[in-house]
Each structure stands twice: as C-alpha cells, then as structure tokens.
T-cell receptor, first 118, second 111 residues
C-alpha cells in the first residue's frame, strides 16, 4: 500500500480564495482524521470520519471550513474564503480499529499539505 | 474535558546520554498510549505504543512506561544519537478510539 496520499503537497493562495485539500486513506481503513499543525497551536484535530460519516467536527475553526468524505477512498477539506491565519500544515491520517488485548486505533499520517495564504 | 500534558517542551541532551519525556492524561478510560516522532518537514510516525494492560514496553533503544494509577506515561531513549533529534508527541485514546495529543517535545541532541 502507498500509505495515506495527500494533494497538493504545497499550496500558495491569496486571501479570499477557495482552497481544497485532498486525501486518499489507506485501503481498508475506516477512520479518517484531518489535523492542522502550527507552531503556536501544535497538532489540532479538525474533524474525523468513521465509515465516511463525520463523527466529531468540534475542532473545525469556523464556517469557512468544511470537510466531506463521499466514499471510503477520498476526502476533501475546503476553506472558503481563505485567510492568512489559515496558513499551516494540514495532515490527513487514517486508521482501522485493531484488537489485541482490547481495541486500539493506530493512526497513519499522510505527508501533509503546506498551505500559505498571502 | 480530556487532555494530555507533555513535558518538557524542549529537551537538550548530549549525544550518548538518555532522554526522558513525560506525559500525564486525564481520562481514566484511556487504554492506548502511542508515541510519535516527527522529523523536520516530515509527517508524525509511530515509534512505540503501550496498552493499558502492561507497565513497560521496550524496543531497542526506546522504551515506554505506564503508571495507570498516577495516569502518566513516559518515553525513554537511551544512548541518544543525532538522528533522534525531532519533535516527539505522546497521545492517549479517548471515546470512540480517538487520540488526544500532547503539545510535543523538541529533542535536541548535542554532538
């Protein structure tokens, strides 16, 4: 398996533009997570899906952010309109529940998308 | 709410010495505690994890210990090498098998 795939790897845009980040999880994984990482705020969970259904979006900063997972192999994170404070590295991670002496959920991260909003 | 506190935020050690990073969690139901390493410009990657039914796990130069009573767990790296320089994150499982993350520790190995 190629691992979690994200595109684009780098995105530079101007304030007010729409940005769409894409993620392909590892085949067979039924959890998908979107994270944002900045120096100031560290690693923040934005939203996660289980079996393509959004479970917890309490980390989404505001209405400008939206995420979808139309099928098990694809998810998008959209920012509209983008603002300079959205500049960060956005990671997608996927996982599948495992059972060894109880359930656990190892997350596998994609390479990230570095977003710069000018 | 649930949280994980991680200390120190920065740790500088001489090459060959040991490094210890500590985390404290709040959810007594947590039962899975992974440690991730993130090199500069790269993705976080799992280096070791521990389940709540064991107190210690070792993999070559790295080990993790867990004290469920005190709700804290630690990462130990022995005989540190330059390639150990990175940011290390601890995490603890919470409801629906999510992970809640520590703020990270920047480990610097001095030559």
């Amino acid at each position: 398996d190629a691992g979690v795939i994200q595109s684009p790897r780098h995105e530079v845009t101007e304030m007010g533009q729409e940005v769409t980040l894409r993620c392909k999880p590892i085949s067979g994984h039924d959890y998908l997570f979107w994270y944002r990482q900045t120096m100031m705020r560290g690693l923040e969970l934005l939203i996660y899906f289980n079996n393509n259904v959004p479970i917890d979006d309490s980390g989404m900063p505001e209405d400008r952010f939206s995420a979808k997972m139309p099928n098990a192999s694809f998810s998008t994170l959209k920012i509209q309109p983008s603002e300079p404070r959205d500049s960060a590295v956005y990671f997608c991670a996927s996982s599948s529940l495992r059972w060894t002496s109880g359930p656990y959920n190892e997350q596998f991260f994609g390479p990230g998308t570095r977003l710069t909003v000018l | 709410g649930e949280n994980v506190e991680q200390h120190p935020s920065t740790l500088s050690v001489q090459e060959g010495d040991s490094a210890v990073i500590k985390c404290t969690y709040s959810d007594s139901a947590s039962n899975y505690f992974p440690w991730y390493k993130q090199e500069l410009g790269k993705r976080p990657q799992l280096i070791i994890d521990i389940r709540s039914n064991v107190g210690e796990k070792k993999d070559q130069r790295i080990a993790v210990t867990l004290n469920k009573t005190a709700k804290h767990f630690s990462l130990h790296i022995t005989e540190t090498q330059p390639e150990d320089s990175a940011v290390y994150f601890c995490a603890a499982s919470i409801r629906d098998y999510q992970l809640i993350w520590g703020a990270g520790t920047k480990l610097i190995i001095k030559p």
